[in-house]
């Protein structure tokens, strides 16, 4: 994969580092996703812009320090409304501006690259105290990190199975999607198995709500039984994922995941998936606005409880561990391709901005 990318801020286009080091150094809410065939549409861009603006909302009412990046903000501001149409028209602008540079960096990316934006939306302190009260959003700024993204398949396809590990407790805020959360998750990497690709969190070591930087799911019979899951029909089986109040991000793919479900006539529940009942998982998948969906092989709980992780040395830590077959399982294929097609369909041309 090349090394293209850069930041566009205030009319201005500058060196990028890795959206990681981006994002630790800079404190607000933000929403990734990438482009599709060949770079000419945003997978779910009005989608993304909707939850860049729910999350707004959240932290200003709730925690203006992770929107702020630094000091606090006036108490009357949170009790205003930020208007949807108000952050999306701000960041299509700043991305129509944005856009005229990747055409100077497109000879620099690989063949079959894609892009990958990451809009972060911060509040600026100094702006928002020489502002009247109003419906004036000028206080919040836009970065925009565009980068070159090489998938493995057109929209996940082709995929290794992804390997988890639990290794902590679900985060504060979870119904936002802010900046700080890369930085608070790092302390988790040390308790990391080898060869894991993701990070499960859960608050009772049994419940498994989400990854780090994914939603998680399980496919599930709803009885016990020898027979062949794929012998019987949609009903002895159910998709299961922790609702948003067990404190798990409203992920773009996972919203993709529960609509498909329903007009597929696929059973669904929002349940955290349980440990305990890991013998009736059939199969397992994780959803994420960049791979969208890629199915598990592997998931990994310490034995004894969580807290005993930090007592631990990461090479004494043992693990008890659930296997899935290596290949999607046809729940997982059948919901993999439906997202696909919506994707194609709800593609946002680049021309548009």
Request: charged share 25%; net charge neutral; glycine share 8%.
């Amino acid at each position: 994969m090349s090394n293209c990318r850069f930041l566009y801020h205030n009319g201005v286009v500058l060196e990028a580092p890795p959206v990681t080091t981006f994002l630790e150094s800079h404190t607000g809410a933000y929403t990734t996703t990438r482009t599709i065939n060949n770079g000419t549409s945003f997978l779910f861009w009005e989608r993304h812009m909707k939850r860049l603006s729910s999350s707004i909302r959240i932290l200003l009412k709730s925690n203006p320090e992770l929107l702020f990046s630094s000091g606090s903000s006036p108490r009357f501001w949170m009790n205003q409304t930020v208007p949807g149409s108000s952050i999306y028209d701000r960041v299509n602008g700043s991305m129509s501006e944005a856009l005229k540079s990747v055409v100077v960096k497109e000879s620099e990316r690989l063949y079959g690259e894609e892009l990958a934006v990451t809009v972060l939306v911060t509040g600026n302190v100094e702006k928002l105290n020489r502002l009247d009260v109003g419906n004036n959003w000028d206080f919040l700024d836009v970065w925009l990190h565009i980068g070159a993204y090489s998938p493995l398949g057109p929209l996940g396809v082709g995929e290794n199975a992804a390997s988890l590990a639990l290794v902590g407790r679900g985060r504060d805020v979870a119904a936002a999607k802010y900046s700080d959360w890369v930085r608070l998750r790092k302390p988790l990497e040390k308790f990391r198995p080898p060869l894991t690709t993701e990070l499960l969190l859960s608050n009772d070591g049994d419940h498994l709500l989400e990854g780090c930087i994914t939603n998680f799911f399980v496919v599930c019979r709803r009885v016990k039984s020898s027979e062949n899951l794929y012998g019987g029909s949609l009903s002895e089986f159910e998709v299961q994922t922790a609702p948003i109040t067990d404190g798990v991000l409203a992920g773009v793919i996972r919203d993709l995941v529960i609509e498909v479900c329903l007009s597929e006539g696929i059973p669904y529940r929002e349940r955290a998936p349980s440990w305990s009942e890991r013998e009736l998982w059939e199969e397992a998948f994780i959803t994420s606005s960049l791979r969208i969906l890629q199915h598990v092989g592997t998931i990994k709980v310490p034995v004894g409880s969580m807290e005993g992780l930090a007592c631990n040395k990461p090479e004494e830590i043992q693990w008890k561990e659930k296997r899935f077959k290596e290949r999607p399982g046809m729940i997982t294929e059948l919901i993999k391709k439906a997202i696909m097609e919506r994707g194609i369909k709800e593609g946002f041309p680049l021309k548009a901005f």
